[in-house]
Structures are given as structure tokens and as C-alpha cells.
């Protein structure tokens, strides 16, 4: 499958896209591993990724991004010192 695209996104888009990508998958992998990750996306030859499904969860992430927005954001919780 060569990837055939010409679309651009805002760097903001961009960075929320990958946002949404590696948090699907990790939620369909439940891997921490950046080589997973890694050697799945890279090209085997020109415009052509090791893994297919990389490029249509790409898109999938864009979609998401256009239509929803940014992630939710984290809430975070002070650490308590006595505990």
C-alpha cells in the first residue's frame, strides 16, 4: 500500500493527531513500547509503511481532531507528601 496525500494540517492538528493515534494504540495494544510503535509506521520503501493499518489509524486521528477537538484534558492530582 503506497500513501497518496497531499492534505496538510496545522501543527496543532498534527501534534493532536499523533495524540489520538498513540493513545488508540495503546488502548488496542496495551504496549509502552516505542519500537512497536516505531517500526510499524516506518516506510519499507518510498511512501510505503511497514504497516498499512499505521497509515488508516493516521487518518482515523486526523478525522478525530477535525471533528472533536483536542483530548479531554488530564486532570491531575497533587501528590500527597504524607502518604
Not at 44 to 65: C, G, N, Q, R, S
Request: net charge negative.
Amino acid at each position: 500500500m503506497k500513501i497518496d496525500s497531499t492534505e496538510t494540517l496545522t501543527e496543532k492538528q498534527g501534534y493532536e493527531a499523533m495524540l489520538y493515534m498513540l493513545m488508540q494504540y495503546w488502548k488496542a495494544t496495551g504496549s509502552n513500547d516505542l519500537t512497536d510503535i516505531l517500526s510499524g509506521g516506518e516506510y519499507i520503501e518510498k511512501d510505503t509503511p511497514a504497516d498499512p493499518v499505521f497509515w488508516y489509524d493516521w487518518l482515523d486521528a486526523i478525522e478525530k481532531v477535525r471533528r472533536e477537538g483536542p483530548l479531554p484534558f488530564k486532570v491531575l492530582y497533587p501528590v500527597d507528601p504524607e502518604n
